[in-house]
C-alpha cells in the first residue's frame, strides 16, 4: 500500500471513530445523562476535530489525485 493510501486509510478509520463518538454524545445529551452545558462543550470539541480530519483528509485525497495516483 502506499504511504497517501495508508493515511487515507487511518483518516476514515478516524472519522468513522469520531463520528461514532459524536452520535453517542448526541445521545447522552437525548438521555439527559449528561449536563447539557457539558455536553455542548464536548460536542463542540467532537466537531472541531470531525473538522480538522476531514480538511485532513480532503488535502490528501486531492493531493494524491493531482499526482495521479488514484487513492481507493
Known amino acids: 500500500?502506499?504511504?497517501?493510501?495508508?493515511?487515507?486509510?487511518?483518516?476514515?478509520?478516524?472519522?468513522?471513530?469520531?463520528?461514532?463518538?459524536?452520535?453517542?454524545?448526541?445521545?447522552?445529551?437525548?438521555?439527559?445523562?449528561?449536563?447539557?452545558?457539558?455536553?455542548?462543550?464536548q460536542l463542540e470539541k467532537i466537531d472541531a476535530k470531525l473538522s480538522e480530519l476531514d480538511s485532513r483528509f480532503k488535502q490528501l485525497w486531492d493531493r494524491s489525485n493531482r499526482s495521479g495516483y488514484p487513492p481507493t
Open 1 to 41: 500500500m502506499m504511504k497517501h493510501e495508508q493515511e487515507l486509510d487511518r483518516l476514515r478509520t478516524a472519522i468513522a471513530a469520531t463520528f461514532s463518538e459524536r452520535e453517542a454524545l448526541k445521545q447522552q445529551l437525548e438521555r439527559g445523562s449528561v449536563s447539557p452545558a457539558m455536553g455542548l462543550y
